[in-house]
């Protein structure tokens, strides 16, 4: 897939930063806008194209976690957010769900998306816990929503988020996860991109996030040595994100891509990925993809995405988790992840490969009955 081909759009303003994050990380010139109500946070985006909604509902401020008017301003704007998606391709849309623009305009984003005949996946991170109950419930109510309207949602919990990034300072945390978060956006743009002889494109990854299986999680690892593949996989599997083993144990469905150098062997995929399958369960779906670049000799960088039921990741059910079923040898850390250049990728589907789009959903109503669930396409008729 040409990177052309793929439109990065941030969503409020911690949809904002990741899209600044992430094109200070991209080894070429990204495809990207930023859609807000706030215009000094417009002013100050590195995206491409930016667009401000709602100047007459909120003045050129911040919604304030004001749901309601981040929908008004999305209502006043939505001739303009569909004038951004005008060529087919894929939609890859950050946000942060708690605050009144990400949790509402992105449902009109990826509503125009999939107007346009894209293919849309929506990376969104969830409140800190200590956030409290309004942000919490704002962001819960979002997820149906989106999940209506997007080929794939990942949901990234902020508690877990800033646990892979250590117990620094609020000044230094907060770039740090942007910048970790920009690290797994930037390996999917990748996994897109990266010319090969079978292309890891929308539909296999489509086919991994789709909403009717639940909700995607993503983690991602870098080992360097002669013993990068075993090192590589256990940082994975005690990647925050994957829980302690539990979003393996549960999850449908899997996509594991592996970038190596030209030294990158079958034995290595056996050391990666059995260790992996021996902590999910029997039935999952698992497609692997994998990329080499003559760059990256003795270097490995694994990315995850596993999707398991569910529709919400709460503080109760990410406590709940499991040990994984094996046990590595220890090692030196890791050096700090460098970005690959260039690359041939194939890709196996160990499973056959198939999808659905906006299927099995249970209306949302609000507003005295609107139902905020059903696409405006489908309303229309319109067969994507």
């Known amino acids: 897939m040409d990177s052309n081909e793929i439109l990065i759009v ?3 303003g911690a949809g904002g930063r990741l899209v600044d994050a992430l094109a200070v990380l991209a080894p070429t010139a990204l495809r990207t806008v930023m859609i807000d109500t706030d215009s000094k946070a417009l002013a100050a985006s590195r995206a491409v194209t930016k667009l401000q909604i709602g100047t007459s509902v909120v003045k050129g401020n911040g919604a304030g976690g004001d749901g309601a008017k981040g929908r008004r301003a999305a209502n006043e ?3 303009m957010i569909r004038g951004l998606f005008v060529s087919t391709g894929m939609a890859v849309v950050v946000t942060g769900l708690g605050g009144g623009t990400g949790s509402t305009v992105t449902t009109e984003v ?3 998306a999939g107007l346009a005949g894209m293919t849309s996946l929506c990376f969104a991170t969830q409140p800190f816990g200590f956030e409290g109950a309004p942000r919490t419930a704002l962001a819960r109510a979002a997820v149906p929503e989106i999940r209506a309207v997007t080929d ?3 949901l990234v919990p902020n508690d877990k988020l800033f646990e892979s990034v250590g117990s620094d300072s609020i000044s230094e945390a907060f770039p740090k996860a942007d910048t970790a978060l920009a690290t797994g956006l930037l390996a999917l743009w990748q996994l897109l991109t990266r010319p090969g002889y079978l292309n890891a494109g929308p539909a296999e990854l489509a086919h991994v996030t789709r909403p009717e299986r639940g909700i995607a ?3 991602w690892a870098e080992a360097r040595g002669r013993r990068r593949a075993e090192s590589a996989v256990k940082q994975l599997l005690a990647h925050p994100m994957i829980e302690g083993g539990a979003v393996l144990n549960d999850c449908r469905s899997l996509l594991v891509s592996i970038v190596g150098g030209e030294d990158l062997t079958l034995k290595d995929l056996g050391d990666i990925m059995e260790p992996i399958k021996a902590v999910c369960n ?3 779906d698992i497609t ?6 003559s760059e990256w000799k003795s270097r490995l960088l694994l990315t995850l995405i596993a999707t398991r039921p569910g529709g919400w990741s709460t503080p109760e059910a990410r406590a709940n988790t499991l040990e994984p079923t094996l046990t590595l040898p220890t090692r030196a850390d890791a050096p700090p992840p460098r970005n690959g250049r260039g690359g041939v990728q194939t890709t196996m589907q160990l499973e056959p490969a198939g999808r659905g789009r906006f299927k099995n959903t249970d209306p949302t109503l609000m507003d005295g009955g609107e139902d905020l669930d059903i696409p405006t396409y489908q309303r229309r008729g319109i067969r994507l």
């Open 10 to 12: 941030g969503v409020g």
């Open 217 to 219: 999680s993503l983690a």
């Open 152 to 154: 794939g949602l990942i």
């Open 282 to 284: 029997d039935e999952v």
């Open 110 to 112: 990826l509503k125009a």
């Open 77 to 79: 704007d939505v001739e």
């Open 288 to 293: 692997v993809g994998t990329s080499v670049d």
